[in-house]
């Protein structure tokens, strides 16, 4: 789960670490309420989305007066903002942060993450601070340096230090840098975080070591302990699709191509991504439905690909195992009817692949029902194949 900079700035702000003075603001009103409040010469205006990379695409704008933050407070609410991680299509912008601007003196870049690998948490840290870290590591990785954590001990000392010390953090800013590193470390630990970043943390003209930018990302099967991270929860930011998935116990993820998976597990549903892609094909998306299948869900799966304009095919690659490959059947046969109202077709292609328990059953289902559009197919590389070659006649037929 994710949560906004302002509230990843409340949180690190609880644990002792030095961040500007700032609040959210959902209208123009509310901006320049906070702006007057904090009463500084610049303020800074920011976007408040689940994305990073709004730097450079317009969403941080420094103010220097009130009318400059009306101005800017218009311009971004209710602004599509189109950032390197948004996609596309972008996001909404809903809320602002209004906070103090500083003095910039020099950007770092800080995170701790968990390193599947090294299995322990492991802090990052640069001197580049202030860009895109995938850019750092792809072009200078020496200048990301890395301190492993034995998570009996946790962050030592020592660690805090030499890290400061490698990312060149003047002498009377250093056990302030290091303070900073063990209080992120708490927070790491205390609120069950896949991610803690801070980029920028800055040094100030004035000598102060503060998180400019905040990122929090929190791991979900740990929320059950935390509702106070729960109640932080924005469902504007978060996938539609994916949202109505799992109101249905359906495992949905976006993945932005135009043939469209449904699978059981989630074992299956990378190799028939990944089989998809080694056809030349554009996966649109993977759609679980899990283990215990019933024709209802098969029917909502059907009707959440199916409302995604950009799906030309589905590809139905089911092993049959606790789920039952009649069952399946059914709830294809089902679905044909209900999308169709009663006619016995598919608006698009769909192939289906089924394999394992009762596929003899499910076969013949399939067959007598006599459904247009529907193509079975009897290993998953003819599948594949197939289904990327239909959706590819849909799309040259709109
Ligand atoms: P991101 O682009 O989404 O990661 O947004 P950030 O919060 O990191 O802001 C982008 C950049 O705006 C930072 O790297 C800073 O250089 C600049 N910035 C952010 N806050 C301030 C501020 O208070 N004062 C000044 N002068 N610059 C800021
Ligand atoms: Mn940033």
Same mark, same amino acid.
């Given at each position: 789960?994710?949560?906004?900079?302002?509230?990843?700035?409340?949180?690190?702000?609880?644990?002792? %670490?030095?961040?500007?003075?700032?609040?959210?603001?959902?209208?123009?009103?509310?901006?320049?309420?906070?702006?007057?409040?904090?009463? !500084?010469?610049?303020?800074?205006?920011?976007?408040?989305?689940?994305?990073?990379?709004?730097?450079?695409?317009?969403?941080?704008?420094?103010?220097?007066?009130?009318?400059?933050?009306?101005?800017?407070? *218009?311009?971004?609410?209710?602004?599509?903002?189109? !950032?390197?991680?948004?996609?596309?299509?972008?996001?909404?912008?809903?809320?602002?942060?209004?906070?103090?601007?500083?003095?910039?003196?020099?950007?770092?870049?800080? #995170?701790?993450?968990?390193?599947?690998?090294?299995?322990?948490?492991?802090?990052?840290?640069?001197?580049?601070?202030?860009?895109?870290?995938?850019?750092?590591?792809?072009? $200078?990785? =020496?200048?990301?340096?890395? =301190?492993?954590?034995?998570?009996?001990? +946790?962050?030592?000392?020592?660690?805090?230090?030499?890290?400061?010390?490698?990312?060149?953090? =003047?002498?009377?800013?250093?056990?302030?840098?290091?303070?900073?590193?063990?209080?992120?470390?708490?927070? &790491?630990?205390?609120?069950?975080? #896949?991610?803690?970043?801070?980029?920028?943390?800055?040094?100030? /003209?004035?000598?102060?070591?503060?998180?400019?930018?905040?990122?929090?990302?929190?791991?979900? #099967?740990?929320?059950?302990?935390?509702?106070?991270?729960?109640?932080?929860?924005?469902?504007? /930011?978060?996938?539609?699709?994916?949202?109505?998935?799992?109101?249905? +116990?359906?495992?949905?993820?976006?993945?932005?191509?135009?043939?469209?998976?449904?699978?059981?597990?989630?074992?299956?549903?990378?190799? !028939?991504?990944?089989?998809?892609?080694? $056809?030349?094909?554009?996966?649109? $998306? &993977?759609?679980?439905?899990?283990? @215990? #299948?019933?024709? /209802? *869900?098969?029917?909502?799966?059907?009707? %959440?690909?199916?409302? @995604?304009?950009?799906?030309? +095919?589905?590809?139905?690659?089911? &092993?049959?195992?606790?789920? *039952?490959? @009649?069952?399946?059947?059914?709830?294809?046969? /089902?679905?044909?009817?209900?999308?169709?109202?009663?006619?016995?077709?598919?608006?698009?292609?769909?192939?289906?692949?089924?394999?394992?328990?009762?596929?003899?059953? +499910?076969?013949?289902?399939?067959?007598?029902?006599?459904?247009?559009?529907?193509?079975?197919?009897?290993?998953?590389?003819?599948?594949? *194949?197939?289904?990327?070659?239909?959706?590819?006649?849909?799309?040259?037929?709109?």
């Amino acid at each position: 789960m994710n949560i906004h900079e302002y509230q990843s700035k409340q949180i690190m702000r609880e644990y002792g %670490i030095h961040v500007p003075e700032g609040y959210p603001a959902f209208t123009v009103e509310d901006a320049l309420e906070n702006a007057k409040r904090l009463d !500084t010469p610049v303020v800074v205006v920011k976007a408040q989305i689940h994305a990073g990379g709004r730097g450079e695409a317009g969403g941080v704008k420094l103010a220097r007066s009130l009318d400059e933050v009306r101005k800017y407070a *218009k311009e971004l609410l209710g602004k599509v903002l189109v !950032t390197r991680q948004t996609g596309p299509q972008g996001k909404t912008v809903n809320r602002l942060l209004i906070e103090a601007g500083c003095h910039i003196k020099k950007e770092y870049y800080l #995170s701790f993450v968990v390193d599947r690998q090294a299995e322990c948490v492991v802090m990052m840290g640069s001197e580049s601070g202030g860009m895109s870290i995938e850019d750092v590591a792809a072009e $200078n990785p =020496e200048k990301i340096i890395k =301190e492993y954590i034995d998570p009996v001990i +946790g962050l030592a000392d020592f660690q805090a230090q030499r890290m400061a010390y490698a990312l060149h953090f =003047e002498k009377p800013t250093i056990r302030k840098a290091a303070t900073f590193m063990k209080y992120l470390y708490n927070v &790491f630990v205390d609120k069950d975080c #896949s991610l803690a970043e801070v980029n920028p943390l800055v040094v100030t /003209e004035e000598g102060d070591v503060m998180a400019l930018d905040a990122k929090l990302n929190f791991d979900d #099967s740990t929320l059950s302990r935390h509702p106070e991270i729960v109640a932080l929860r924005d469902i504007t /930011e978060e996938d539609q699709k994916e949202r109505e998935a799992a109101a249905e +116990g359906l495992n949905y993820v976006n993945l932005g191509g135009d043939v469209a998976c449904m699978v059981n597990g989630a074992g299956l549903a990378m190799a !028939t991504v990944d089989i998809i892609k080694e $056809n030349g094909g554009e996966p649109a $998306n &993977f759609l679980d439905v899990g283990g @215990d #299948s019933t024709p /209802e *869900k098969i029917v909502a799966a059907f009707r %959440i690909m199916l409302e @995604d304009d950009q799906v030309d +095919g589905i590809l139905i690659n089911i &092993f049959g195992g606790i789920n *039952k490959c @009649d069952v399946i059947a059914t709830g294809i046969v /089902e679905a044909a009817a209900l999308l169709s109202g009663g006619k016995e077709e598919f608006p698009i292609p769909v192939v289906v692949r089924l394999e394992g328990r009762n596929v003899e059953r +499910g076969r013949e289902i399939l067959a007598k029902a006599d459904i247009k559009n529907l193509y079975p197919a009897s290993s998953m590389d003819e599948g594949a *194949k197939l289904a990327i070659r239909l959706a590819k006649e849909t799309r040259e037929k709109k």
